[in-house]
């Protein structure tokens, strides 16, 4: 049963492609626009004179953080990165040393935004790989490993 | 020519399978694919020193191969012709990354992670300090190997691993003859030097 | 700089690259050269470890995986192409690949269908076997929220660095030092977020 609409979706997406809406170009015709990573540390509570994470980058942050990480009271940025999506390149989202991004562009998504292959760096090794749909206005909340009472999360988020 | 891994009696030959490939059969390239990743892993892996990045860039040489199939004449052999294209890729990758070059980030991102066991064929039992020894020997060459430029190593791949002729080579680089005998007798000298000790103890 | 014109016949009789008649002529020459001969068994010491421990094959990591991925991304990028040939469909028909494809669309299955507007993520892998990746649309933050469990925890101890770093200008400066006891300088340039000053990073 799950094959058979596993199938239907896969025909569904074929048929639709066509009359998809053409994806929208960016200016700079070298790269898919640009993305704004974060790390992020989560806590339990507010450390005393401690202000709540906030970013024009992703409107409403730490509100939105707190609804996906309900166990967190309190959300740090730690490091951040705005960094262009090359189109014929790799690109790296770097807001720390220690836990990072690897963005590699497969192109525009229909209705806008774009297909990346994530690779989720900690140190020297691969985390996790993903290939996602990214779009603006819609982040990315990546819930990386436990650092001091807290978590640490790590943010992307498609600039518009 | 690169020694193809010819298919084994009864197997279909290659260029059913790249006729199939062609006509839209994705069954057939994924046969194409399981005989030769073997190959293209070990190109890449050799060229970047980086499992991680060596496993993705021998997917992208095969993504790369099927989008170029419809230009593909049967005019050499496939895996002739797969091996142009991971080549590419690769020395591609390597040119970029320079490019882009984050310094000291960039030579934390490389520093590579050799998988004990994971990158070499299989071999007959080893007594365990017999196999100790080549498990050090063959970090000592690949740490060798990763010393050269990537100019030098890619010669040295293409000449000693894949067997291809000085005319093979510099039609894939590409470059003169007098370049890939130049690079070729450097990159022998360097390694001469870094494991003068180690096989000639070996040998 | 070129190569000096007796290494030159060394090298082309090492690879394979002379004539009978100069093979013959060097031969002779290896007889009677002991310098030359040295340096011959020398490099051809050094070609056979080398093609003992650089392999011209090695096994895949996650070789399955490698084969499934390809055909994920290839019926994604491109369309299917008129001919005789099977479907891509028809594919799934292998019991294998069929099931490596069914974990990847079930993990497409198990978000929204695609409404255009959020991000969504439409396979993961783990290298590790010990961590494990769950994605969820979050409604209330919206967000797609990719969770790793199993994942070893960074030591306390340990400083993390972070970098405030735009496109527009390029600048680099640590934020969070291991004795930092300020907030970060603000410049014209910058609109990005106030980031929580924390004096203490140890």
């Known amino acids: 049963m799950k094959r058979l609409t596993a199938l239907c979706c896969l025909a569904c997406a074929a048929l639709m492609l066509p ?51 309900p ?17 014929e ?40 790989k993903t290939d996602a749909v990214l779009r603006p206005g819609s982040p990315l909340f990546i819930g990386g490993p436990r650092w001091r009472e807290g978590r640490l999360i790590f943010v992307l988020a498609l600039q518009p | 020519m690169p020694v193809s891994s010819a298919p084994e009696p009864g197997e279909v030959p290659d260029h059913d399978l790249v006729r199939r490939s062609q006509a839209g059969d994705s069954r057939a390239f994924d046969l194409l694919v399981t005989r030769y990743r073997g190959r293209i892993y070990a190109m890449t892996y050799h060229m970047i020193q980086n499992e991680t990045e060596a496993w993705d860039l021998a997917q992208e040489a095969f993504i790369k191969a099927w989008r170029a199939l419809p230009r593909f004449k049967m005019d050499s052999a496939f895996y002739t012709w797969l091996y ?68 030098h190593r890619q010669v040295i791949v293409m000449r000693e691993i894949e067997g291809l002729s000085y005319e093979e080579i510099a039609a894939a680089v590409p470059c003169s003859l007098g370049t890939v005998m130049s690079r070729l007798f450097y990159a022998r000298k360097k390694l001469q030097e870094l494991l003068k000790d180690t096989y000639e103890n070996a040998a | 700089m070129k190569t000096p014109p007796e290494d030159t016949e060394l090298l082309r009789w090492l690879d394979d690259e002379m004539t009978p008649l100069e093979r013959e002529r060097f031969a002779a020459r290896l007889t009677v050269e002991p310098a030359l001969r040295r340096e011959a068994e020398s490099l051809q010491a050094l070609r056979r470890t080398l093609r003992e421990h650089l392999p011209q094959e090695m096994a895949v990591p996650h070789a399955d995986f490698f084969n499934s991925q390809i055909q994920v991304r290839l019926a994604r990028e491109v369309p299917a192409r008129r001919g005789s040939g099977p479907s891509w469909l028809a594919y799934l ?45 979050s409604e209330a933050a919206g967000a797609t929220v990719l969770l790793l469990d199993g994942l070893e925890e960074m030591p306390a101890e340990r400083p993390l660095v972070g970098f405030r770093q735009g496109a527009a200008d390029q600048q680099l400066f640590s934020v969070h030092q291991q004795n930092a006891g300020s907030a970060p300088p603000a410049t014209a340039k910058d609109e990005t977020a106030t980031l929580t000053a924390n004096a203490s990073r140890e």
Request: aromatic letters at 6%; zero cysteines; hydrophobic letters at 40%.
């Open chain 1, 19 to 69: 009359a998809a809406e053409a994806p929208r170009r960016p200016p700079d015709p070298a790269t898919e626009g640009k993305v704004w990573g974060a790390l992020v540390h989560a806590l339990p509570v507010a450390p005393p004179g401690s202000s709540p994470a906030d970013s024009p980058h992703v409107p409403n942050l730490a509100a939105r953080l707190a609804a996906a990480f």
């Open chain 3, 93 to 137: 028909r292998l019991p294998r690949l069929a099931a490596a494809a069914a974990l990847v669309l079930l993990a497409v299955l198990v978000l929204r269908p695609d409404s255009g507007v959020d991000s969504r993520v439409l396979a993961t892998y783990t290298p590790d076997p010990e961590v494990h990746a769950t994605t969820h649309f």
């Open chain 2, 84 to 151: 142009r294209i991971a080549h590419n890729v690769t020395y591609d990758w390597l040119r970029k990354k320079r490019i882009q070059g984050d310094g000291e980030f960039d030579d934390e991102r490389t520093e590579h992670r050799v998988a004990a066991g994971a990158e070499t064929a299989p071999r007959g039992a080893d007594a365990p300090d017999e196999a100790l020894r080549n498990a050090e020997l063959g970090g000592r060459i690949r740490a060798a190997m990763g010393q050269l430029s990537e100019d």
């Open chain 1, 89 to 128: 390149y790799e690109s790296w989202v770097v807001p720390s040393k220690d836990l990072f991004l690897k963005v590699d562009s497969k192109g525009p998504a229909p209705g806008g935004g774009v297909n990346l292959h994530l690779q989720f760096w900690r140190d020297q090794q691969v985390l996790v």
């Open chain 1, 71 to 87: 166990e967190s009271g309190h959300f740090e940025i730690l490091g951040e990165h705005l960094q262009d999506v090359f189109r």
